[in-house]
């Protein structure tokens, strides 16, 4: 390398993130993580194929409210804490060095496999799109790794970019649902309209746990409004703000929508729907109420949709692995940031060949990326967010009570602690049910943990144990990392 090419490398290794980002800016970016159309049309139909049926849509209000109560004491810490890593720097700053660097790997593993989860989605709806237009019957996997390079190539440039693909795509997606479900109240479904999605016997019957599942996934990404820290206008007012926004707008548009589509099919008619084929249950009900014009659209704006969700996810992941390397616990490359561009490129790269080479794995495999690839990691991202999540709650607790930066009981105790019962609860609910979603059931249907179920949950163990085994190396072996490891996430 030149002399002046070492001095350009060091330059781009030096800077850091920076943007102008506003409210609805970095909700259009963690609401496009959520991926409405994606959750409505692909996730709403498994949870209530496989999940608690009729009562489904009331999942989302349930989840919507713990992450309101969770979000309150996230919004408390990005005032004290002026630091871009979300989780890690949260709960590292209340729980120590070594939890932090748990907590950073653990949401690698969430963001990746909810990502690569999406991947498999979106090259079998492609597959079967192209196959249904008369094109050659290709694998998902080929059109899973196509999408992997154009995001790639987003994610490579500027993050406003990525923030006005992701709002262009967002406000059409939200438009064409609420617009079917304003159909669907006008028409008045099959069995009329009713609230049969919010009673209780409803609400409990089937599996519940698998449900709730894929509920509180449908929320995934909404805790990254921290991540953007840097590239945000007046972080200490924009990032709580997208925080609540994004929650709150969430749990009502998912609400509503997946009670429009069980009152399109009425509830007495909803299962069998799902269950001829959940991949195009949107699809059909939308040719029903708006005609073969809507369900055109629908169908590109669903892949649309899992295209921007992706791309989100990615930029997430970018921007973890950048605060990673940033303290010390990922190679220094990764912390540069692009001199023209102003993204952290090469974290961008390595994420890049990540997602490739796990799809590559995969197919190999010849699991199917519905079933297996999509609703296993998918499993698995929500298992780790929710357990993120409730660590997080402790670690707000914990901070506030310590320091009293901040002394208002509601935002650091009550609020984060009510949280942390939520998500406890649900994840007890949601691992017991697990073996439910990836099949290991006995003969009456009743959950078996199978070896599929413990391997797959054995990741959520795993990993964090290896972030604190990194801790404790780093801190024997490389001291002065570890100093650099205590000024990026205790203080």
């Known amino acids: 390398m030149t002399q002046l090419e070492s001095k350009g490398a060091a330059a781009a290794t030096s800077r850091t993130l920076r943007g102008s980002l506003g409210v609805t800016a970095i909700i259009f970016m963690v609401v496009a993580a959520a991926s409405p159309l994606t ?39 990005t005032r004290h804490v002026p630091r871009p890593g979300a989780f890690f720097t949260y709960i590292g700053y209340g729980l120590g060095r070594p939890s932090g660097l748990a907590a950073a790997w653990t949401a690698m593993l969430t963001y990746t496999t909810i990502q690569v989860a999406v991947y498999g989605y979106i090259g079998y709806l492609l597959e079967i799109t192209v196959v249904s237009i008369g094109g050659p019957d290709l694998a998902w996997w080929l059109y899973a790794l196509a999408t992997v390079g154009l995001v790639g190539i987003l994610g490579y440039r500027h993050i406003d970019l990525s923030s006005k693909v992701l709002g262009v795509l967002l406000v059409a997606e939200v438009a064409i649902v609420l617009v079917l479900v304003a159909a669907v109240v006008v028409q008045g479904g099959p069995e009329g309209l009713s609230l049969a ?26 805790e990254a409004t921290a991540i953007f820290r840097d590239e945000a206008r007046d972080p200490d007012r924009t990032i ?119 799809l590559a794995a995969f197919a190999i495999l010849g699991l199917d990326p519905l079933l297996q ?50 998500l406890a609860v649900s994840a007890v609910v949601i691992v017991a049910y697990f073996p439910v979603m990836v099949g290991d059931v006995d003969a009456e249907g009743a959950p078996t943990f199978g070896a599929v179920t413990w391997a797959l949950l054995a990741l959520v163990v795993v990993v964090p144990l290896f972030g604190y085994a990194q801790a404790t190396w780093i801190r024997r072996r490389r001291p002065a990392a570890y100093a650099k490891l205590t000024d990026a996430i205790a203080g």
Do not use: K
Request: hydrophobic share 55%; proline share 5%; net charge positive.
């Open 39 to 77: 959750v409505v049309g692909g996730a709403g139909p498994l949870g209530i194929l496989i999940g608690n049926g009729v009562g489904y849509p009331t999942l989302y209000a349930i989840s919507a409210v713990i992450l309101l109560l969770f979000a309150v004491g996230l919004a408390a810490m």
């Open 197 to 222: 999605p919010f009673e209780p016997a409803n609400v409990l019957s089937g599996s519940p746990g698998v449900g709730l599942m894929f509920a509180i996934a449908a929320f995934i990404g909404f």
């Open 240 to 358: 709580p703000r997208a925080t609540y926004g994004a929650v709150i707008g969430i749990g009502i548009f998912y609400t509503l929508a997946t009670w429009g589509l069980v009152m399109a099919w009425g509830p007495s008619g909803i299962l069998a729907a799902a269950a001829e084929n959940p991949a195009t249950l949107m699809l059909r009900t939308v040719a029903i109420y708006l005609g073969v014009v809507g369900e055109v659209l629908v169908n590109v704006l669903l892949l649309t949709s899992m295209f921007a969700c992706v791309l989100s996810f990615h930029n997430v992941l970018t921007r973890y692995q950048h605060a990673m390397s940033s303290a010390g616990v990922l190679p220094d490359r990764l912390s540069g940031v692009h001199s023209r561009h102003l993204s952290p490129h090469a974290s961008s790269l390595v994420q890049t060949a990540t997602a490739g080479i796990l």
């Open 373 to 422: 690839v999509f609703t296993w990691l998918s499993g698995v991202a929500t298992v780790a967010i929710v357990l993120l999540m409730a660590v997080t709650s402790i670690a707000v607790i914990v901070y506030f009570t310590r320091n009293r930066a901040d002394r208002r009981p509601w935002n650091t105790v009550i609020a984060p602690a009510l949280g942390f019962l939520g």
